[in-house]
């Protein structure tokens, strides 16, 4: 059975740096392409970065690009989300799903399923 808990989250400062991780069961990361999504308050759940299984494709969305990087531990079966330069505009509550369809141009999630969320607060 799929389970994914995200961990990492809390308040920081602008400018500030947080990471993100996502541990995986029920799925193997290295065979399947898994991503990161994130929900301010009002808005609707938007794509942050996604990671093919091969490692060969990554997406970021334009709003994160240059200061988010996903990277993926195979032997935790973890996915992390490093997030520098963080602006306030970056707070929300960030989920990861699995498997996902990505393009380097989009990421969508394939099942409506969802880990806990972990909430970050990007303030001063």
């Known amino acids: 059975q799929l389970q994914l808990v995200e961990s990492g989250g809390g308040l920081v400062q602008p400018g500030g740096s947080l990471r993100l991780s996502c541990a995986a069961s029920?799925?193997?990361?290295?065979?399947?392409?898994i991503g990161w999504f994130r929900q301010a308050p009002g808005k609707e759940r938007e794509g942050v970065s996604c990671l093919s299984g091969s490692e060969s494709i990554t997406y970021y969305a334009d709003s994160v690009k240059g200061r988010f990087t996903v990277s993926r531990d195979n032997a935790k079966n973890t996915v992390y989300l490093q997030m520098n330069s963080l602006k306030p505009e970056d707070t929300g509550v960030y989920y990861c799903?699995?498997?996902?369809?990505?393009?380097?141009?989009?990421?969508?999630?394939?099942?409506?399923?969802w880990g806990q969320g972990t909430q970050v607060t990007v303030s001063s």
């Open positions: 799903t699995a498997p996902v369809i990505i393009r380097q141009t989009m990421c969508a999630e394939i099942y409506d399923y």
């Open positions: 029920g799925l193997s990361l290295d065979r399947n392409a």
